[in-house]
């Protein structure tokens, strides 16, 4: 059964949050999660790059999509650490 994406907003961008729900609802954070939303976040690079260059304000929406999908890297990562202490008491990420 696959998850309906939301857990970053219903976590209110929280990765402690985030991770007490899915701990509560017996759930996880795949490996894959963690490369889709950095694959996710590098497939913006160039666009934002460009618009940094350009420094115009309209460009500003590339930066915040960027910076949103940045954030949620890192809450996956996060969650995924925060599992990993749990079970083993470290972390190798």
Known sequence: MTREAGLFE?????????YLILRREGGNVPPQWIERSAASRRGRQDVLATALKDGSPADIVVAEDWE????KECFYRGIRILFELERVGKSKM
């Open 10 to 18: 219903a976590a209110g961008g929280s990765s402690l949050r985030g």
């Open 68 to 71: 949103v999908a940045y954030r």
